[in-house]
């Protein structure tokens, strides 16, 4: 039965508001949209590829899903389209102090060992950094600290999304953003704005990260910046890859960071089978995946 699927094909079935859907033209965006970003939609979650799509393709004034597919592939101005279709595409649900125990291990174990051994700067990077919540919770815990006062200390924060970006750069965060951050350090570091509606972060911490810069990571051009890393946290980003992907991305991290080096990823994510470039272990409470 080998090359046969059992399958039964995405039908073009109703019409997005009039954009039509030839009959595996999902499929072909999907593995369009796989290849450029490592984001990968099962057959379970092209609904949610269409839906988040079809406007753009409208915009566009297509009245039909492949001609999109034709803009992203062969058009040489599918640049700007590319950046819409990301931002349209990108989950940017995230909160400060997320995932608590990795920021704390960086500040209170991480950083230490990197400054006994003299390895400074301390270039940490997170990618993706969503609209900003983890590199600032980052630079809260650093704050905190004291560190950088003490030693040379380099926070970037990248993303595939130019949308999030703008909104990192911008500092301002509704209330949820702050559902786990501890209220005394929110009143520290955050100046109250709208009637207590959003929060816009001081300047002071802000400055805190040196940049915020689009990348993807799955571009092996654009890695470059990343050299010389001590700290990279990629946290929920490899649940939406394959596994070769994933490793692809591990890979040019290990080639590219310093020595020793460390590798943040989210609680749901394993790279146990996917490198031996990176070791797993328990730092300050927290795993890291480690770089001799």
Known sequence: MSGISLRPPVLAGPDVKGLRIPERSLELLRDLVAAQTGMFYDDGRLDFLRDRLAPLAIEHGFDSFLDYYYLLKYDGGAADAWVRAIDALSVQETYFWREADQITALADVIVPQLVANHSWPVRIWSVPCASGEEPLSMAIALEERGWFGRVPIEIHGSDASEAALQRARAGRYGGRAFRQLPEPLREKYFAEEAGGR???VKPDLHRRVKSWTRLNVVQRD?????????????????IYFTAPTVAQVVEAFADLMASPAYLCVGAAESLLRLTTRFELREIGGAYVYCKS
């Open 222 to 238: 654009q890695l470059a910046v990343l050299g010389g890393s001590n700290v990279i946290f990629c946290r929920n980003l490899f």
């Open 198 to 200: 959003e929060w816009t």
